[in-house]
Protein backbone atom coordinates (compact mmCIF):
# COMPACT_ATOMS: atom_id res chain seq x y z
CA UNK A 1 0.00 0.00 0.00
CA UNK A 2 1.17 3.51 -1.07
CA UNK A 3 0.55 6.47 1.63
CA UNK A 4 0.54 10.16 0.64
CA UNK A 5 0.86 12.98 2.64
CA UNK A 6 -1.89 14.98 1.17
CA UNK A 7 -4.20 17.65 1.69
CA UNK A 8 -7.99 16.53 2.69
CA UNK A 9 -10.16 19.70 2.34
CA UNK A 10 -12.73 21.26 4.70
CA UNK A 11 -14.74 24.52 5.28
CA UNK A 12 -17.23 25.96 3.19
CA UNK A 13 -17.34 27.47 -0.18
CA UNK A 14 -15.11 29.98 -0.64
CA UNK A 15 -12.99 29.23 3.10
CA UNK A 16 -11.59 26.51 2.67
CA UNK A 17 -9.36 24.73 5.50
CA UNK A 18 -7.29 21.79 4.83
CA UNK A 19 -6.42 18.32 7.06
CA UNK A 20 -2.77 17.52 6.13
CA UNK A 21 -3.13 13.57 6.28
CA UNK A 22 -1.38 10.28 5.71
CA UNK A 23 -3.93 8.79 3.44
CA UNK A 24 -3.55 5.41 1.15
CA UNK A 25 -2.89 6.54 -2.59
CA UNK A 26 -6.16 5.13 -3.79
CA UNK A 27 -8.36 6.46 -1.04
CA UNK A 28 -10.43 9.69 -2.08
CA UNK A 29 -9.39 12.99 -1.26
CA UNK A 30 -11.65 13.93 1.13
CA UNK A 31 -12.06 10.16 2.29
CA UNK A 32 -10.31 7.76 4.82
CA UNK A 33 -7.34 8.39 5.87
CA UNK A 34 -4.91 6.65 8.47
CA UNK A 35 -3.63 9.71 10.25
CA UNK A 36 -4.39 13.52 10.62
CA UNK A 37 -0.81 15.34 10.72
CA UNK A 38 -2.03 18.56 11.28
CA UNK A 39 -4.68 21.61 9.74
CA UNK A 40 -3.32 24.27 7.34
CA UNK A 41 -6.06 27.34 7.15
CA UNK A 42 -4.79 29.45 4.39
CA UNK A 43 -7.88 32.26 4.92
CA UNK A 44 -5.16 33.91 7.16
CA UNK A 45 -2.40 36.74 6.83
CA UNK A 46 0.47 34.90 7.14
CA UNK A 47 -1.25 31.66 6.47
CA UNK A 48 -1.62 29.77 9.88
CA UNK A 49 -0.59 25.80 9.76
CA UNK A 50 -0.15 23.46 12.88
CA UNK A 51 1.90 20.24 12.15
CA UNK A 52 3.33 17.65 13.86
CA UNK A 53 6.36 17.32 12.82
CA UNK A 54 7.39 13.96 14.29
CA UNK A 55 4.50 12.43 13.01
CA UNK A 56 5.42 13.71 9.70
CA UNK A 57 8.92 12.73 10.11
CA UNK A 58 7.70 8.81 11.03
CA UNK A 59 5.47 8.82 8.12
CA UNK A 60 8.04 10.28 5.59
CA UNK A 61 10.71 7.69 7.36
CA UNK A 62 8.19 5.00 6.45
CA UNK A 63 8.13 5.53 2.65
CA UNK A 64 4.88 8.82 2.61
CA UNK A 65 5.04 10.51 -0.40
CA UNK A 66 3.85 14.20 0.23
CA UNK A 67 2.16 15.61 -2.31
CA UNK A 68 3.57 18.91 -4.10
CA UNK A 69 1.45 21.74 -1.55
CA UNK A 70 1.98 19.18 1.55
CA UNK A 71 5.82 18.90 0.19
CA UNK A 72 5.95 22.83 0.61
CA UNK A 73 4.04 23.05 4.14
CA UNK A 74 6.51 20.15 5.08
CA UNK A 75 9.29 22.17 4.39
CA UNK A 76 8.14 25.48 5.73
CA UNK A 77 7.30 24.32 8.94
CA UNK A 78 10.55 21.99 9.19
CA UNK A 79 9.54 18.20 8.60
CA UNK A 80 11.48 17.84 5.62
CA UNK A 81 14.55 19.30 7.30
CA UNK A 82 14.16 17.26 10.38
CA UNK A 83 13.81 13.92 7.88
CA UNK A 84 17.45 14.93 6.17
CA UNK A 85 18.81 15.14 9.55
CA UNK A 86 17.85 11.67 11.39
CA UNK A 87 18.71 10.43 7.81
CA UNK A 88 22.35 11.83 8.26
CA UNK A 89 22.04 10.53 12.16
CA UNK A 90 21.10 7.15 10.89
CA UNK A 91 23.84 7.49 8.02
CA UNK A 92 26.78 8.67 11.08
CA UNK A 93 27.44 11.81 9.77
CA UNK A 94 25.34 14.07 12.65
CA UNK A 95 25.26 13.05 15.99
CA UNK A 96 21.40 13.13 17.52
CA UNK A 97 22.30 16.35 19.34
CA UNK A 98 24.06 18.32 16.34
CA UNK A 99 21.10 17.29 14.42
CA UNK A 100 18.73 18.89 17.15
CA UNK A 101 20.90 22.11 17.66
CA UNK A 102 20.94 22.27 13.71
CA UNK A 103 16.86 22.12 13.63
CA UNK A 104 16.11 24.47 16.74
CA UNK A 105 18.84 26.85 15.35
CA UNK A 106 16.68 26.84 12.14
CA UNK A 107 13.20 27.20 14.01
CA UNK A 108 14.92 30.44 16.02
CA UNK A 109 15.67 31.87 12.68
CA UNK A 110 12.89 31.06 10.95
CA UNK A 111 10.54 32.33 14.12
CA UNK A 112 12.41 35.06 13.56
CA UNK A 113 11.53 35.56 10.07
CA UNK A 114 7.64 34.84 10.88
CA UNK A 115 7.75 37.52 13.44
CA UNK A 116 9.21 40.44 11.43
CA UNK A 117 6.68 39.69 8.26
CA UNK A 118 3.88 39.72 10.60
CA UNK A 119 5.31 43.84 11.16
CA UNK A 120 5.63 44.40 8.20
CA UNK A 121 2.28 43.41 7.38
CA UNK A 122 0.71 45.25 10.74
CA UNK A 123 3.32 48.78 9.66
CA UNK A 124 1.27 47.90 5.70
CA UNK A 125 -1.94 47.93 7.44
CA UNK A 126 -1.56 50.73 10.09
CA UNK A 127 -0.01 52.89 6.92
CA UNK A 128 -3.48 51.98 4.51
CA UNK A 129 -5.44 53.06 7.43
CA UNK A 130 -3.90 56.78 7.75
CA UNK A 131 -3.66 57.26 4.30
CA UNK A 132 -7.66 55.93 3.85
CA UNK A 133 -7.75 58.39 6.56
CA UNK A 134 -6.39 61.38 5.36
CA UNK A 135 -7.97 60.79 1.51
CA UNK A 136 -11.51 60.86 3.39
CA UNK A 137 -10.59 64.07 5.56
CA UNK A 138 -9.31 65.54 1.66
CA UNK A 139 -12.79 64.57 0.45
CA UNK A 140 -14.57 65.88 3.40
CA UNK A 141 -12.96 69.17 3.03
CA UNK A 142 -13.00 69.32 -0.45
CA UNK A 143 -17.18 69.28 0.08
CA UNK A 144 -17.11 71.92 2.57
CA UNK A 145 -15.55 74.73 1.10
CA UNK A 146 -17.47 73.64 -2.40
CA UNK A 147 -21.14 73.72 -0.23
CA UNK A 148 -20.02 77.36 1.23
CA UNK A 149 -19.16 79.49 -1.93
CA UNK A 150 -22.68 78.07 -3.00
CA UNK A 151 -24.40 79.02 -0.06
CA UNK A 152 -22.74 82.72 -0.25
CA UNK A 153 -23.33 82.76 -4.01
CA UNK A 154 -27.32 81.98 -3.51
CA UNK A 155 -27.64 84.47 -0.75
CA UNK A 156 -26.01 87.00 -3.45
CA UNK A 157 -27.96 85.97 -5.85
CA UNK A 158 -31.24 86.15 -4.35
CA UNK A 159 -31.13 89.64 -3.45
CA UNK A 160 -29.78 90.92 -7.05
CA UNK A 161 -32.34 88.45 -8.57
CA UNK A 162 -35.40 90.32 -7.02
CA UNK A 163 -33.86 93.39 -8.10
CA UNK A 164 -33.35 92.84 -11.63
CA UNK A 165 -36.85 91.39 -11.51
CA UNK A 166 -38.05 94.70 -9.97
CA UNK A 167 -36.30 96.51 -12.76
CA UNK A 168 -37.76 94.92 -15.73
CA UNK A 169 -41.55 95.03 -14.40
CA UNK A 170 -40.59 98.80 -13.93
CA UNK A 171 -39.07 99.05 -17.93
CA UNK A 172 -42.25 97.52 -19.21
Known amino acids: MS ?17 IVAADARAKRDGKY ?16 DLDVDGAVTWLQNGAQP ?14 LKNHLAGGVR ?18 EKASKVAAKKGDLSKAEEKAKADALAAEKAVN ?25 AASDSEE
Open 3 to 19: VKIRLQRHGKKGKPFYW
Open 34 to 49: LEKIGTYNPNTNPAQI
Open 67 to 80: TETAKRLLSYKGAM
Open 91 to 108: KGALTEEQAEEKFNAWLE
Open 141 to 165: EARIAAAQPEVVADAEDAPGAEGEA
